[in-house]
């Protein structure tokens, strides 16, 4: 994770808890497992063949209850779950309820974050991403397509007049989002005729969070783009009107990933089949 605090919060102990456990795991082996400066904090030699091998005995340890699961025919036990938070908090989180009410004996701990976890070193079952999938070692399932759009309060547009094409941003304000992951801002796609063209405007709010984004519109903070599923509530509620709906664009690039040694889990499966059923209802 980088630092003992990450560690804590995805341990969800304190810091010191973590500092302790360390130190008592260095006196047990007799070895140095990290070299610690004031402003980093990275595996000794020693600590990597450790690490190394304590994941080996996790993965073994991982597959004899795997082996126990898939004997069993009902979906249960704990579904760990990681997604982006716009996905997690608008997609995922809606259909819980629904899904523990079909399989009752699942426990579902959703874990959401906007940048990219290594599912198979924190032991997740099931992760929703979007884009590319450079990781060959995981399974994968594509879910039903989406479509992102403008948007922006009725307050907004009262005030500042209606977009009849891209080109007009440039008398707007606009939200937009900065990835936490690279620092670069994200490029809003239109589809103008027969082509496909991204702009990069100069947003008078940019903040790195996807929910601040819609957060930021809803309250009349200028115009942002987002998949339609997200805004879809607030627009039945009349806080967000869609516009240059002519220009959106459809995108078929969120997967569902699972690891290789989930393949046969009963649980894992019936949640996969449970997200496509709820994505194409929301979705499509």
């Not at 140095?32 to 063949?49: D, H, K, N, Q, V």
């Not at 309250?219 to 627009?235: E, Q």
């Not at 290789?260 to 994505?279: C, D, M, Q």
């Amino acid at each position: 994770m980088g630092s003992y605090t990450a560690a804590s919060r995805t341990l969800s102990i304190s810091p010191s808890a973590v500092s302790k456990s360390i130190q008592r795991l260095e006196q047990q082996l007799g070895v140095a497992l990290f070299t610690r400066t004031t402003r980093s904090l990275c595996l000794t030699p020693e600590g990597r063949e450790l690490h190394a091998l304590a994941l080996k005995l996790l993965r073994d340890a991982e597959e004899i209850e795997q082996v126990a699961i898939r004997g069993r025919s009902e979906p249960s036990g704990t579904l760990c779950i990681a997604a982006p938070m716009p996905i997690g908090i608008h997609l995922i989180a809606p259909a819980l309820a629904a899904f523990r009410s079909r399989y009752p004996a699942v426990l579902v701990d959703l874990r959401l974050s906007d940048q990219m976890v290594d599912i198979v070193e924190q032991g997740i079952d099931i992760a929703v991403r979007i884009g590319d999938l450079p990781d060959s070692r995981l399974l994968s399932r594509r879910l039903p397509p989406y479509r992102l759009c403008g948007f922006a309060s009725p307050s907004y547009l009262a005030a500042r007049g209606i977009p009849l094409h891209p080109d007009d941003l440039a008398d707007h304000d606009t939200v937009n989002l900065r990835y936490q992951s690279t620092g670069q801002a994200y490029r809003w796609p239109f589809r103008v005729g027969s082509r496909e063209v991204e702009i990069a405007p100069a947003s008078a709010i940019m903040v790195d969070a996807s929910e601040a984004v819609t957060r930021a519109i809803v309250a009349g903070g200028g115009i942002g783009i987002m998949a339609t599923f997200i805004a879809a509530p607030y627009v039945k509620r009349g806080e967000l009107v869609p516009v240059l709906t002519p220009f959106a664009v459809d995108r078929n690039n969120m997967t569902a990933v699972w690891p290789e040694s989930r393949r046969a889990n009963p649980t894992v499966r019936s949640f996969l089949s449970f997200l496509h059923e709820s994505a194409l209802s929301q979705l499509v």
